[in-house]
């Protein structure tokens, strides 16, 4: 188990038939994640999820599709009350000035282009619409949003399975200026398990 401190934002190589366990210890922290073909530079879209999917976010069973609708991986477990988003993009400097901070802020778009260039990948020139796992985004039937703190309890997790080797960018949602990240509106850390295929032979 590795742990993406508070703030901050960890890449993870997910070999084809490993799965990632992303576990919300505290259960109040939001975890952006982004899931990356290296071989063909596709990532998994939200847009394109939600069309395959016929949901707002997926669950267990349903597959994280890529930009040009192949599946990259599978939802394969989920403790956490089953609430995540994929409406919302990335956090980043012009957000925080639009809610009042003056000055730098840390945020999930700049966490993502580290990673991304710490695994010696070229700049997409943009930031793909996360994976907002554990965050809770309500809506009406009039079509209103909201930010709400997350349901999951501490401990919870979920389990993506990926098709074809992945890379995996986790962020540890810096946002504190709404209550994404709970109520107390304190960032805490995620851990990430990046667990093998079983072997071949044993069940
Ligand atoms: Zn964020």
Request: with cysteine; charged share 20%.
């Amino acid at each position: 188990m590795q742990t993406v401190e508070a703030r901050t934002g960890s890449s993870f190589r997910v070999p084809a038939g490993a799965s990632v366990k992303i576990v919300n210890p505290h259960g109040t922290q939001v975890a952006d994640t982004w899931v990356l073909s290296p071989k063909t530079r596709e990532w998994a879209s939200m847009a394109h999820t939600r069309a395959a999917t016929g949901r707002l976010f997926p669950k267990v069973g349903d597959h994280l599709f890529s930009n040009t609708r192949r599946p990259l991986a599978e939802f394969t477990e989920d403790t956490s009350g089953g609430i995540h988003d994929t409406l919302i993009p990335a956090c980043d400097l012009s957000r925080y000035e639009m809610l009042g901070h003056v000055g730098h802020h840390d945020n999930c778009a700049e966490n993502f282009t580290t990673a991304l260039a710490e695994e010696g990948l070229a700049d997409l020139g943009f930031v793909p619409d996360p994976f907002n796992v554990f965050m809770n985004v309500p809506w009406t039937a009039g079509g209103e949003i909201d930010f709400a703190p997350p349901v999951s309890s501490p401990g919870s997790y979920i389990l993506l399975r990926a098709l074809e080797d992945l890379i995996v960018i986790v962020s540890a949602c810096p946002q504190d200026l709404v209550p994404v990240n709970g109520s107390l509106q304190e960032t805490k850390e995620i851990l990430v398990d990046v667990q093998g295929p079983p072997e071949p032979g044993r069940s």
